[in-house]
C-alpha cells in the first residue's frame, strides 16, 4: 500500500541554523509534492509545491527537493527562527481533483 | 482574505448522536474534502466532492456521510457518533482537477465522543 514517511521524533535546532526535514514514499509515483505549515489547533497551511519533473524549489527561506529515484523529499528552512516552530506535513499527488496524501508530519522547534 | 470556515470549533458528543460538522468557503472553488487527524496517522480522507452534489468516497467513509447541497458549502454527518470518532476534523477546498492545486484548510473542529 502507498505509504508516506516523515521522522516522528520532533527536530530540536538552535535559531539560525538551517533545519532539514525529511519525506520517504513507498509504493508510489506522485507527480507533485507539497508542504504545508500547521500550527497547533489550527489547519495546515500550504507552503510550496514541487513537480516531478523539478529537483528544486525555493522561496524566501524554504528550500525543497524532490528526488523521484530515491524517493524522498527534502524541506529546508535557513537562518531558522522561533516563529519557524510548528509541524510540517508533506502531501502527495497522482493526479486529479487534488487527492492528496499527507504523512503524519514532523514538529520542529526551533530554540532561541 | 479568503476563508474556509468550520462552524464548530469544539463538540462534545454523547455515543449515538447524530453529528453534523459544517464547512462553507467564499472562493468559489468546485472541489471540497473532509479529513480526521489523529495523532501519529495524519490527515486521512473520509470524503470529497468536486461538484454541487457530488460526492466520492475517500479511505475511510465508514460510518460518515457527506451533502453538498450548495457550491460553497460542505457537511459532514455521523448518523450515530461512536468513542472512535474522536478526532480533529478538517474542511478543505481548492480550485479545479488538477494534481497542482493547493488546499486551501478551516481551522478545524476537534470532536470529543463520550
Known amino acids: 500500500s502507498q505509504k508516506i514517511e516523515q521522522n516522528s521524533e520532533a527536530l530540536n535546532i538552535q535559531e539560525g541554523k538551517t533545519a532539514t526535514l525529511t519525506c520517504n514514499y513507498t509504493n508510489y509515483s506522485p507527480a507533485y509534492l507539497q508542504w504545508y505549515r500547521q500550527d497547533p489547533g489550527r489547519g495546515p497551511v500550504f507552503l510550496l509545491l514541487?513537480?516531478?519533473?523539478?529537483k528544486e524549489k525555493r522561496k524566501e527561506r524554504l528550500k525543497v527537493t524532490f528526488d523521484t529515484t530515491l524517493k524522498q523529499s527534502l524541506f529546508h528552512i535557513t537562518a531558522s527562527q522561533p516563529a519557524d516552530s510548528a509541524t510540517y506535513l508533506c502531501?502527495?499527488?497522482?493526479?486529479?481533483?487534488?487527492?492528496?496524501?499527507f504523512g503524519a508530519g514532523t514538529r520542529l522547534a526551533v530554540h532561541p | 482574505d479568503v476563508k474556509v470556515t468550520q462552524s464548530s470549533r469544539y463538540l462534545v458528543k454523547r455515543t449515538g448522536e447524530k453529528v453534523f460538522l459544517e464547512c462553507v468557503q467564499d472562493m468559489d472553488h468546485e472541489n471540497m474534502f473532509w479529513y480526521r487527524q489523529d495523532p501519529g496517522l495524519g490527515l486521512r480522507l473520509i470524503y470529497f466532492s468536486y461538484d454541487v452534489k457530488m460526492k466520492e468516497k475517500g479511505d475511510i467513509p465508514e460510518g460518515y456521510s457527506v451533502s453538498r447541497e450548495k457550491k460553497e458549502r460542505f457537511s459532514l454527518i455521523l448518523e450515530s457518533a461512536s468513542t472512535n470518532q474522536t478526532s480533529m476534523y478538517l474542511c478543505?477546498?481548492?480550485?479545479?482537477?488538477?494534481?497542482?492545486?493547493?488546499?486551501?484548510f478551516g481551522a478545524g473542529s476537534r470532536l470529543t465522543v463520550l
Open positions: 478543505a477546498s481548492s480550485f479545479g482537477e488538477s494534481g497542482a492545486n493547493v488546499l486551501t
Open positions: 502531501a502527495l499527488s497522482s493526479g486529479g481533483y487534488n487527492k492528496l496524501i
Open positions: 514541487i513537480r516531478e519533473n523539478e
